[in-house]
Structure formats: structure tokens, C-alpha cells
């Protein structure tokens, strides 16, 4: 087998022996084994003390042993220990009467505390809250104390205080320093089992979060797709159906009006244009591509392809807004300039795209003929346009009289609207 595999079978075993659980359980083991020697030590110490000595404290050092081999090997829970601990307590007691029984308790005693010491370390480990041990410490040092005294009192031993209270004093020392660096130490280890089992919490809902922002970034793309597919559907196929119809129309009026069909061309030739504008804007969507112009720029190109053609004048403020709302601006105006070509003969156009605060206003106005409002219906093109501003929360408004031309309003709420690149880099300069 290679190194490489021996260090890594090496740490494999390390992380399965120090596991949380595991570890827990070769302290126990470890502990158990302690006891056997100490019990057996204190049985055999007891022998010269008299036959209910040893009696007493062998039988009493078994049965401990055979409690904390049930405890650890039986038992699975703290609650069904507690019987078992409180069976402990009084074999301790037992255990710390006889052992010292007709012999002074300041040489005997050290053997006690130590398997006093040893029980309380594998309650520590089992107890869920501080609160528990606390408690069983108290019981058992109280207990001790007891048997401590009445020990010195049969003994007549205050008459060498020192060496009883120092010994006493050393014995509650080692408890309840015992006492607080395991209990610190299981509270340690509490916490950071905590903590661990938070993070792998906090690692799996972090995956679920990254799974769920996929899923929804697919459908998000596959919603887009399916919307831009929509708009070449309508917008395009709209816009390619009315060439077909307006080359029809100029080629039967070409002899009769060469006027009519002069403008019907160049309807056309207008219509044609934005259905490939529609396009490209599409084409680069789907690609994920934006064209580096800034909105005003983009609405002069759009008049610029007319121009030649008509008499436009306009006036831009220069907006930055979502992309959804700029290219419905820039459908409406590409409709509006189409329609009053088609429709009204138009010559002139006059566009304003105004900042308001609170709105965004778009104003389309043309020369042509007109219509009569009574009498007016919208088409496709116009209903579609009212349709798309409701649902961007504004709203569209149509106005003509015959003879004056006709008249598209557009408006649409402030919150479009986003903060121009020049402010965006003085705002950055001044922080």
C-alpha cells in the first residue's frame, strides 16, 4: 500500500475515533477502566481493615463497577441512568465508610475522591444540562463532607487538625476544580457541535438556495425567450403582412397616383425597416448582447432612418430606463412614424421624450389627415400600444381631428428610470 493510502486510511480512523459520539464513548470506556483498577486497589487496601472492611468494600467496589458497565454499555439515554447514579451515590458512600474503616481518613482518603472524581466525570459526560451536574456534584461532595467528618469525629482525629483539613481542603479543591474544567469542557463541545451542525444546516439551505436561483434563472430565461419570440410573432409578422399589403397597393396605384404610390413605398420602406430593427433588437437579446449607445442616441437613429424622406424635428432629454421600457418607447415611436405614413399621408413628425420627476412622457405628433375620434377604432398596432402601456402601470392617449394630423401621448411612472452613467461615476468620485 502506498503512503499516500496509509495517510489517508490513518486519518480516516483518527476522524471516526475523535467523532463527537466516538470520542464520548472511548472517554467512558477509559473511565470504566480507571475505576476497575482503583476499585480493585481499594478492596485489596481494605483487607488488613477487618472482615466486614473488606466484605463491605469489595461488594460495594463490584456492584460500582458493574453500574458503570451498564451505564456504558446498556444504557443509551441519560433518563434511563438515573437510577443507576443514584445506586452510585450510595455505593460511594459505602465505599468511603468502609475503606477507611478504624484507620485515619487523612491517609485513606485520597482513593475515595479519586473514585468520587471518576463516577462524576461519566455523569458529566451523560448529563444534558450544567444544571444536572451541578446538582450531583453537590449531592456527592455533601455526602463526602459527611462521611469525612463523622470519620475525624469515630477517629478522634481533630486533634490533628491540619492534616485533616488539609487534606479535606485538597480533596474539595481537586472535586470542584474537576467540576469546572469538564463541565467547561462539555460546554465546549456542546457549542461547537452546535456550531458545526448550524454550518451544515446553513451549507445545505445555501444548496437548496443555489438549486432554487437556478431553476428560477432557467425559467427567467426561458420566460424571456418565449416573451422576445412573442414579440417577433406580433411585431414582425404585423409589420411584414403591412409591406406585403402597401407594395400591393403602390403597384396598383403606380399608374393611376404616382403620388399615392410614392408614399405607400414609402410606408413600406419605413415598415420594413423597423421589422428589421425589431429583428436585430431580438437577435441581440437572445445573444445576451447590448448595443453601446445610450437611449437618446438610439431614438435619433430610429428618426435619422426617416429622415431623409420627411421633415423631423424632436427633442430628447437624456433618460436611461429599464430595457423592457425603452424598447416599448422605441416600438411606439417606430408604430406611430409607420401609421401616420400609412395611414395619413404624413410629411412632418415631431417627437419629445420629456423627464417629468414622478413620469416619463413621450409626445409623437404628425401633419397627416386625421381621423374622425367619434368614429375611431384602434387597430392592431394602437390597441397592442395601450395594452403595453396599462401593464408597465401608464397609460397611452390618442387625439386627432381631421385635417390636423394625429397624436400619440405616452407615459410611464418614474420608477423606470435609471440613474444616467455620468451621474453614477461623479456620484462614485465624490464618495
Not at 472524581?117 to 450544567?130: I, N, Q, R, T
Not at 451542525?197 to 451549507?203: D, F, I, P, R, V
Not at 420566460?223 to 414582425?236: L, M, P, Y
Request: aromatic share 10%.
Amino acid at each position: 500500500m502506498s503512503p499516500k493510502k496509509d495517510k489517508k486510511k490513518g486519518r480516516n480512523a483518527l476522524y471516526f475515533l475523535f467523532r463527537d459520539g466516538n470520542f464520548l464513548q472511548v472517554l467512558r470506556v477509559i473511565i470504566f477502566a480507571l475505576l476497575c483498577v482503583l476499585c480493585v486497589v481499594v478492596a485489596v487496601s481494605s483487607i488488613r481493615l477487618g472482615t466486614l472492611a473488606v466484605i463491605m468494600t469489595a461488594s460495594a467496589s463490584a456492584v460500582l463497577i458493574v453500574s458503570m458497565a451498564v451505564k456504558i454499555f446498556a444504557m443509551g439515554t441519560f433518563h434511563r441512568k438515573i437510577a443507576w447514579y443514584v445506586l452510585d451515590s450510595l455505593l460511594l458512600i459505602v465505599i468511603a465508610v468502609f475503606s477507611g474503616w478504624r484507620v485515619s481518613i487523612a491517609i485513606h482518603s485520597s482513593y475515595c475522591y479519586l473514585i468520587y472524581a471518576l463516577v462524576l466525570s461519566e455523569f458529566y459526560l451523560s448529563a444534558p444540562l450544567l444544571r444536572d451536574n451541578f446538582i450531583m456534584f453537590a449531592v456527592n461532595l455533601a455526602s463526602y463532607t459527611v462521611v469525612y467528618t463523622v470519620s475525624a469525629v469515630i477517629h478522634n482525629e481533630f486533634g490533628s487538625a491540619f492534616d485533616i483539613s488539609s487534606e479535606y481542603v485538597l480533596a474539595l479543591v481537586l472535586l470542584v476544580l474537576h467540576f469546572i474544567m469538564f463541565n467547561f469542557a462539555m460546554a465546549l463541545s456542546r457549542k461547537n457541535k452546535q456550531i458545526e451542525q448550524n454550518l451544515s444546516e446553513l451549507e445545505e439551505s445555501r444548496n437548496e438556495l443555489l438549486r432554487a436561483y437556478d431553476k428560477l434563472e432557467e425559467a427567467t430565461v426561458i420566460e424571456e425567450r418565449n416573451r422576445i419570440a412573442k414579440d417577433i410573432h406580433d411585431t414582425v409578422g404585423h409589420s411584414l403582412t403591412t409591406v406585403i399589403m402597401q407594395t400591393e397597393a403602390a403597384r396598383l396605384a403606380v399608374d393611376k397616383d404616382p403620388e399615392e404610390a410614392k408614399r405607400q413605398i414609402a410606408a413600406a420602406h419605413m415598415q420594413a425597416k423597423n421589422c428589421l430593427e425589431e429583428l436585430r433588437l431580438s437577435v441581440h437579446l437572445l445573444s445576451g448582447r447590448n448595443e453601446n449607445i445610450s437611449f437618446k442616441q438610439y431614438l435619433e437613429n430610429i428618426l435619422g432612418e426617416t429622415a431623409g424622406l420627411f421633415t423631423i424635428r424632436s427633442k430628447i432629454d437624456d433618460i436611461e430606463l429599464t430595457e423592457e421600457a425603452e424598447r416599448f418607447i422605441a416600438n411606439t415611436l417606430r408604430e406611430g412614424i409607420s401609421n401616420g405614413i400609412r395611414h395619413g399621408g404624413s410629411t412632418a413628425f415631431f417627437f419629445e421624450l420629456k423627464d417629468m420627476g414622478n413620469y416619463v412622457e413621450m409626445l409623437l405628433s404628425d401633419n397627416g389627415s386625421g381621423v374622425n375620434m367619434a368614429n375611431f377604432r384602434e387597430g392592431f398596432g394602437l390597441s397592442g400600444m395601450r395594452a403595453k402601456a396599462e401593464s408597465f402601470g401608464g397609460m397611452v392617449n390618442f387625439s386627432s381631428e381631421e385635417g390636423e394630423g394625429f397624436e400619440i401621448r405616452l407615459s410611464l411612472p418614474g420608477k423606470y428610470k435609471l440613474q444616467p452613467a455620468g451621474e453614477k461615476r461623479e456620484q462614485s468620485n465624490e464618495d
